[in-house]
């Protein structure tokens, strides 16, 4: 059986869709690659989503792209993971399939530090439970 690819698309590409990747790249590595990309792009990969993603002894090096990077390339899943990116998600994304699976953005978070670090926790654990049942079970 060959490698599966999934793309997973946010609007920003700096913590939902970022967490996913990497999560899935370390949790499924030889089933699924995982890309990820943004359909307008922030530029950054937040500093929580990667300090959430070494708890789980995950050190990721993305950094926040475009969709337009991922042009003529296919796909056997794309998972969008915020309503805007499902509702903006281009239709030249290859012939696979598209799900939305959707995950309130932590950046949005309010309060002190630890209190915006638990919220990341909380969806890094959602999209690690919810992607990785997805994509374990997605078929053959």
């Not at 995950?103 to 530090?113: H, Y």
């Amino acid at each position: 059986m060959s490698q599966r690819r999934v793309l997973i698309l946010c609007t920003g590409n700096s913590c939902r869709s970022q967490m996913a990747e990497a999560i899935v790249n370390h949790s499924l590595a030889g089933q699924w690659q995982a890309f990820s990309a943004g359909t307008r792009p922030s530029g950054y990969v937040h500093p929580l989503a990667l300090r959430a993603l070494e708890e789980m002894d995950i050190h990721h090096s993305g950094v926040s792209k475009s969709t337009d990077a991922f042009l003529g390339q296919d796909f056997d899943v794309v998972i969008t993971v915020c309503d805007d990116a499902a509702e903006n998600c281009p239709v030249w994304l290859g012939k696979g399939k598209r799900v939305h699976i959707g995950f309130p953005d932590p950046a949005e978070a309010q309060g002190s530090e630890e209190e915006k670090m638990a919220e990341f926790r909380r969806v890094r654990d959602d999209i690690s439970a919810r992607i990785l049942a997805y994509l374990r079970a997605y078929p053959q």
